[in-house]
């Protein structure tokens, strides 16, 4: 233990990264930004979500930009300390669907965010100022990456370096011009710096010239994003460069919420490296044997930041549901696939499959229960029907990826049941709705065909492996998950 211990260290010690403890991994806490005071009802809630889950996903298609997210209530932050004279905390949404860290830096001025802010996603923080931070060159690899198709000699000429320092590559003290980035309904203009990035875990962790965006003008856009997908600027990848034992693989294990802040009583484990608990830890947070279940990553030429995974049929009941082939695979135009998403509430499916999973959602349900049409309209969620004081009988639902890899997914995380008291009505009736959303015709649209939300992934570890290039899916109490994990 002690030549592993002192092999760790010299790790630590040539690659100027810093963890102060003898352990395999980084724990960090997701918090959900869960916010009753944003929403006056659950129809409301869910519009907005519902809302927010179509628009990412739709404007993802038309982008090269990375999608950012921005939806109270379905949200998951992650906290971090900038620089060290002093340190400067900073609270971000983590999002496996973009590649680039970024942040307001002040001063900071927020175009149309009025209504979109909510304090409870950055704990109150005021945006840090990084008068100590260092400028990236023009000629570094990391400005080509956070400009995409641009060469370094284009970056430097933009960058205003003479002609003769450009033809001699000596353009290294001229800084990375700034970038723009659109998503959604927003966009934000940001510079790219190096400094010391800390995590305030249970084994404390600083990275040294950690490459981050600062934005001082942003369109709707007024909390930052810790990027975790497959591009070079992304956390992981940074992680990677200076420990590839923790950034080579990654997980986290989502608490199940149903919009409801009081169930969440405990963080969200976000794993950086690998683990492994003892018998007894491991049947006390995994149901049945707890084991992962796999599926390839595919990549994507036309968006090499997405987890897109193949997706090879769903079981609605007892019956299984063939799907289109561009979700088995991904085309050299980067059409098709499925992309795992931490940023997406709603998993967003083809309008053809989403329809003949409907039907026979609505084959089963619709024998028993009444249609709710007017909720659907409130929510933009559905099918959905009233079960009054009775438990719906709801038919399993689960999803069969690439590679004999099936998931099936808890009641809770397709099917929501609330109560509906409208204005006038004497008694609240119980309603429930089905939490899978129609993405439209996917030969229209193009890019990824469907996306696997995370309130689909609530009560699953999802792990990506970075090394082996595979995304795993195992059920877990992600609660107790967190709480062995301290003990680990």
Same mark, same amino acid.
């Given at each position: 233990?002690?030549?592993?211990?002192?092999?760790?260290?010299?790790?630590?010690?040539?690659?100027?990264?810093?963890?102060?403890?003898?352990?395999?991994?980084?724990?960090?806490?997701?918090?959900?930004?869960?916010?009753?005071?944003?929403?006056?009802?659950?129809?409301?809630?869910?519009?907005?979500?519902?809302?927010?889950?179509?628009?990412?996903?739709?404007?993802?298609?038309?982008?090269?930009?990375?999608?950012?997210?921005?939806?109270?209530?379905?949200?998951?932050?992650?906290?971090?300390?900038?620089?060290?004279?002093?340190?400067?905390?900073?609270?971000?949404?983590?999002?496996?669907?973009?590649?680039?860290?970024?942040?307001?830096?002040?001063?900071?001025?927020?175009?149309? %965010?009025?209504?979109?802010?909510? +304090? $409870? #996603?950055?704990?109150? &923080? *005021?945006?840090?100022?990084?008068?100590?931070? =260092?400028?990236?060159? %023009?000629?570094?690899?990391?400005? +080509? $990456? #956070?400009?995409?198709? &641009? *060469?370094?000699?284009?970056?430097?000429?933009? =960058?205003?370096?003479?002609?003769?320092?450009?033809?001699? +590559?000596?353009?290294?003290?001229?800084?990375?011009?700034?970038?723009?980035?659109?998503?959604?309904?927003?966009?934000?203009?940001?510079?790219?710096?190096?400094?010391?990035?800390?995590?305030?875990?249970?084994?404390?962790?600083?990275?040294?010239?950690?490459?981050?965006?600062?934005?001082?003008?942003?369109?709707?856009?007024?909390?930052?994003?810790?990027?975790?997908?497959?591009?070079?600027?992304?956390?992981?990848?940074?992680?990677?460069?200076?420990?590839?034992?923790?950034?080579?693989?990654?997980?986290?294990?989502?608490?199940?919420?149903?919009?409801?802040?009081?169930?969440?009583?405990?963080?969200?484990?976000?794993?950086?490296?690998?683990?492994?608990?003892?018998?007894?830890?491991?049947?006390?947070?995994?149901?049945?044997?707890?084991?992962?279940?796999?599926?390839?990553?595919?990549?994507?030429?036309?968006?090499?930041?997405?987890?897109?995974?193949?997706?090879?049929?769903?079981?609605?009941?007892?019956?299984?549901?063939?799907?289109?082939?561009?979700?088995?695979?991904?085309?050299?135009?980067?059409?098709?696939?499925?992309?795992?998403?931490?940023?997406?509430?709603?998993?967003?499916?083809?309008?053809?499959?989403?329809?003949?999973?409907?039907?026979?959602?609505?084959?089963?349900?619709?024998?028993?229960?009444?249609?709710?049409?007017?909720?659907?309209?409130?929510?933009?969620?559905?099918?959905?029907?009233?079960?009054?004081?009775?438990?719906?009988?709801?038919?399993?639902?689960?999803?069969?990826?690439?590679?004999?890899?099936?998931?099936?997914?808890?009641?809770?995380?397709?099917?929501?049941?609330?109560?509906?008291?409208?204005?006038?009505?004497?008694?609240?009736?119980?309603?429930?709705?089905?939490?899978?959303?129609?993405?439209?015709?996917?030969?229209?649209?193009?890019?990824?065909?469907?996306?696997?939300?995370?309130?689909?992934?609530?009560?699953?570890?999802?792990?990506?492996?970075?090394?082996?290039?595979?995304?795993?899916?195992?059920?877990?109490?992600?609660?107790?998950?967190?709480?062995?994990?301290?003990?680990?």
């Amino acid at each position: 233990m002690a030549s592993s211990c002192l092999f760790l260290f010299m790790t630590i010690f040539l690659t100027h990264y810093s963890v102060f403890s003898c352990s395999a991994i980084v724990l960090l806490p997701l918090t959900h930004s869960l916010s009753k005071t944003q929403f006056n009802s659950t129809h409301h809630l869910l519009k907005f979500t519902s809302t927010r889950s179509a628009t990412r996903f739709h404007h993802r298609h038309r982008h090269r930009q990375i999608s950012l997210p921005l939806s109270p209530g379905s949200d998951y932050t992650l906290s971090f300390n900038l620089g060290s004279h002093p340190p400067q905390p900073i609270s971000l949404y983590m999002d496996t669907g973009s590649d680039l860290v970024w942040f307001p830096c002040a001063p900071f001025e927020c175009i149309l %965010c009025e209504g979109k802010y909510d +304090s $409870a #996603a950055t704990g109150g &923080l *005021s945006p840090p100022n990084i008068t100590s931070a =260092a400028s990236v060159s %023009c000629k570094s690899p990391a400005c +080509s $990456a #956070a400009h995409t198709s &641009l *060469s370094s000699s284009d970056l430097c000429a933009m =960058a205003r370096c003479p002609l003769e320092l450009i033809e001699t +590559s000596d353009c290294s003290s001229f800084s990375c011009p700034p970038f723009y980035y659109a998503y959604g309904d927003g966009s934000l203009v940001a510079r790219l710096y190096r400094d010391s990035l800390s995590m305030p875990a249970s084994s404390p962790l600083v990275l040294h010239n950690f490459t981050f965006g600062c934005a001082h003008t942003a369109l709707g856009e007024p909390v930052g994003v810790a990027g975790f997908g497959r591009g070079v600027l992304s956390l992981p990848a940074q992680l990677a460069s200076f420990s590839p034992q923790l950034g080579n693989q990654f997980s986290y294990c989502l608490v199940s919420h149903s919009f409801d802040a009081d169930r969440v009583r405990r963080p969200s484990p976000l794993i950086l490296g690998r683990y492994a608990l003892d018998d007894e830890k491991q049947k006390r947070v995994g149901n049945d044997r707890g084991e992962f279940v796999y599926t390839a990553m595919l990549d994507n030429p036309k968006h090499p930041y997405f987890y897109c995974v193949g997706l090879e049929g769903i079981t609605v009941g007892k019956r299984k549901i063939p799907v289109p082939e561009i979700l088995k695979r991904v085309d050299r135009r980067g059409n098709g696939g499925m992309v795992v998403d931490s940023g997406t509430t709603f998993t967003m499916l083809p309008a053809g499959l989403y329809e003949s999973l409907v039907t026979e959602f609505n084959h089963r349900m619709g024998r028993v229960y009444k249609r709710a049409t007017q909720i659907e309209e409130r929510t933009g969620l559905g099918p959905c029907y009233y079960s009054d004081d009775s438990a719906a009988k709801v038919p399993a639902v689960a999803l069969h990826f690439v590679g004999n890899s099936s998931v099936i997914l808890p009641r809770n995380n397709y099917y929501y049941e609330f109560f509906d008291g409208r204005d006038g009505q004497k008694k609240k009736r119980k309603v429930g709705c089905l939490m899978l959303m129609n993405g439209g015709d996917e030969a229209e649209s193009g890019g990824p065909a469907a996306t696997l939300g995370n309130y689909q992934q609530q009560g699953f570890e999802v792990v990506y492996d970075l090394e082996k290039h595979r995304v795993g899916f195992a059920r877990r109490k992600c609660a107790l998950l967190w709480d062995s994990l301290q003990q680990h």
